[in-house]
């Protein structure tokens, strides 16, 4: 059974940083393109990262380009989304996601974990 | 990056009606256009995957089509557990979703 698990969520104030965890189990975690999109409160989907095969690099939406970074860890099968400065705006569910292959066509979901930022 | 413009965003109708979302896209992505289905308080689910592709499991009354800048995702009987949101979501490039279509009951 494939399952991804975020954790890391939580309150933080304006400025700060939080670094979200998502650990995969049930498929070849290594040969597939990860990816976290997030759900502001009442609002649509938005893909914040994504990370490739072999992940050297990741794109980023123009929303965070600068403040947060994607990375992998392959051997420990988890995926990782470092946020720096913060803003009232990042408030969200965050959510792994799992690509087809390469692909971002995202087949697989975590539960999510809620990030609040608020002074 | 490429914008994705969904129509409606939200729609009423009846169990058993046919029901067909739109998506248009800023630039053509062939056929690199995906559907998701997402619940209140649930992760979406994805429905259909490289435009007209029925993801496994999914019930055979979705169905996807289109190319290029214009798809669109059809219900041809609207199921009680569809009344959700549908979005949208290219895998051209950097990926981005469109805003969302709400169906709702009448």
């Known amino acids: 059974e494939v399952q991804l698990v975020e954790s890391g969520g939580g309150l933080v104030q304006p400025g700060g940083s939080l670094r979200l965890s998502c650990v995969a189990s049930g498929f070849t975690f290594g040969a597939n393109g990860m990816s976290w999109v997030r759900q502001a409160p009442g609002k649509g989907l938005e893909s914040v990262a994504y990370i490739g095969i072999g992940g050297r690099s990741g794109e980023y939406a123009d929303s965070v380009k600068g403040r947060f970074t994607i990375s992998r860890d392959d051997a420990e099968t988890s995926l990782y989304l470092q946020m720096n400065s913060l803003r009232a705006d990042d408030t969200a569910v965050y959510y792994c996601a799992s690509g087809r292959g390469q692909s971002s066509t995202f087949d697989y979901w975590g539960q999510g974990t809620l990030v609040t930022v608020s002074s | 990056d490429i914008q994705l413009t969904q129509s409606p965003s939200s729609l009423s109708a009846s169990e058993g009606d046919r029901v067909t979302i739109t998506c248009r896209t800023s630039?053509?992505?062939?056929?690199?256009l995906n559907w998701y289905q997402q619940k209140p308080g649930k992760a979406p689910k994805l429905l259909i995957h490289?435009?007209?592709s029925l993801q496994s499991e999914v019930p055979s009354r979705f169905s996807g089509g289109g190319s290029g800048t214009d798809f669109t995702l059809t219900i041809s009987s609207l199921q009680p557990e569809d009344f959700a949101t549908y979005y949208c979501q290219q895998s051209y490039s950097t990926p981005t979703f469109g805003q969302g279509t709400k169906v709702e009951i009448k």
């Open positions: 490289e435009a007209s």
């Open positions: 630039q053509n992505i062939r056929i690199f």
